[in-house]
């Protein structure tokens, strides 16, 4: 078992076939194949399966993926381990983002960060609540933005923002100069898949609020475009809204409902240098 086939086993679950790995890692398509192949060999099992759509892990391949990722952190925190013992940051740094706090939250820190630490390399993943708990769980990222409460997992608060009601322009509702949960009752809701829905949901309880969910959606985007189409109302958070939110409207919320942020490690004992010093520079920023 090589270096270059547990490479090759990440690059392939991450990007979902040998071609896009292959361009990653700069090995040749058959190479990549031929490390795939000799692995499963060693390992006795398959850890993918292929199909018309593409390719997917087997449960053998999710364990070793796991495995495998963390075989390659601590070979690569070998060396910047040594370089942070001589004052010097440098390696990788994974950050998985939510997209409404990517540009609000993390751009500018993480332009900070380079500036600083110019010799670590910065990857950003985007996606929901889930799929960043996921990433940090499986060692596919070090640090992450997450909604809080976050069980398991090393929080630094973030933000907090409220949330707020979003209408169609011309709406019964919009000439309020807020909107009270239970005002939603009966009426067309868009719900969100996202890190979100807990609160939503959590709020309508408490208020005793039956929502009528019409549609789900997962972007904030998508929800945003869905109220403008005269669907549904819905409930958003006001951190990542455009200024110009067309032929929509959003009224303050009652209760007041409010979304809190946090960068997450899955421990902090055991983070690398360029976490650690990520972590250290939001510390020295922070209100």
Same mark, same amino acid.
């Given at each position: 078992?090589?270096?270059?086939?547990?490479?090759?086993?990440?690059?392939?679950?991450?990007?979902?076939?040998?071609?896009?790995?292959?361009?990653?890692?700069?090995?040749?398509?058959?190479?990549?194949?031929?490390?795939?192949?000799?692995?499963?060999?060693?390992? $006795?099992?398959?850890?993918? +399966? !292929?199909?018309?759509?593409?390719?997917?892990?087997? #449960?053998? =391949?999710?364990?070793? &993926?796991?495995?495998?990722?963390?075989?390659?952190?601590?070979?690569?925190?070998?060396?910047?381990?040594?370089?942070?013992?001589?004052?010097?940051i440098t390696g990788m740094l994974r950050v998985a983002s939510l997209p409404s706090a990517?540009?609000?939250?993390?751009?500018?820190?993480?332009?900070?960060?380079?500036?600083?630490?110019?010799?670590?390399?910065?990857?950003?993943?985007? $996606?929901?609540?889930?799929? +960043? !708990?996921?990433?940090?769980?499986?060692?596919?990222? #070090?640090? =992450?933005?997450?909604? &809080?409460?976050?069980?398991?997992?090393?929080?630094?608060?973030?933000?907090?923002?409220?949330?707020?009601?979003?209408?169609?322009?011309?709406?019964?509702?919009?000439?309020?100069?807020?909107?009270?949960?239970?005002?939603?009752?009966?009426?067309?809701?868009?719900?969100?898949?996202?890190?979100?829905?807990?609160?939503?949901?959590?709020?309508?309880?408490?208020?005793?609020?039956?929502?009528?969910?019409?549609?789900?959606?997962?972007?904030?985007?998508?929800?945003?475009e869905m109220v403008a189409a005269g669907l549904g109302v819905s409930i958003v958070p006001?951190?990542?809204?455009?200024?110009?939110?067309?032929?929509?409207?959003?009224?303050?919320?009652?209760?007041?409902?409010?979304?809190?942020?946090?960068?997450?490690?899955?421990?902090?004992?055991?983070?690398?240098?360029?976490?650690?010093?990520?972590?250290?520079?939001?510390?020295?920023?922070?209100?």
């Amino acid at each position: 078992m090589t270096l270059a086939q547990l490479r090759a086993l990440i690059a392939v679950a991450d990007h979902g076939g040998f071609t896009a790995a292959a361009d990653l890692i700069g090995m040749s398509q058959p190479a990549v194949s031929r490390a795939i192949s000799s692995l499963e060999r060693e390992v $006795g099992a398959p850890l993918f +399966v !292929r199909h018309r759509d593409g390719i997917a892990l087997t #449960e053998a =391949g999710r364990r070793a &993926l796991a495995r495998a990722r963390e075989v390659l952190r601590n070979f690569d925190l070998i060396r910047v381990e040594v370089a942070a013992a001589a004052g010097e940051i440098t390696g990788m740094l994974r950050v998985a983002s939510l997209p409404s706090a990517t540009g609000t939250l993390i751009a500018h820190r993480l332009r900070a960060f380079t500036d600083r630490y110019p010799q670590v390399q910065i990857r950003l993943f985007e $996606g929901v609540d889930d799929d +960043v !708990r996921a990433w940090l769980c499986q060692g596919a990222a #070090e640090v =992450g933005v997450v909604t &809080l409460p976050a069980p398991g997992l090393h929080t630094v608060p973030l933000n907090t923002h409220e949330m707020v009601a979003v209408l169609p322009e011309g709406h019964c509702l919009a000439g309020q100069e807020s909107v009270h949960i239970t005002d939603l009752t009966g009426r067309p809701f868009i719900l969100t898949t996202a890190g979100c829905r807990p609160l939503i949901m959590n709020a309508a309880r408490e208020a005793d609020v039956q929502l009528d969910i019409a549609f789900e959606a997962g972007g904030q985007s998508a929800i945003l475009e869905m109220v403008a189409a005269g669907l549904g109302v819905s409930i958003v958070p006001t951190l990542g809204l455009p200024a110009d939110l067309g032929p929509v409207v959003t009224r303050p919320l009652e209760p007041r409902t409010t979304r809190s942020l946090a960068l997450a490690v899955p421990s902090l004992a055991n983070c690398g240098p360029a976490v650690r010093a990520f972590l250290d520079q939001h510390a020295e920023t922070a209100p």
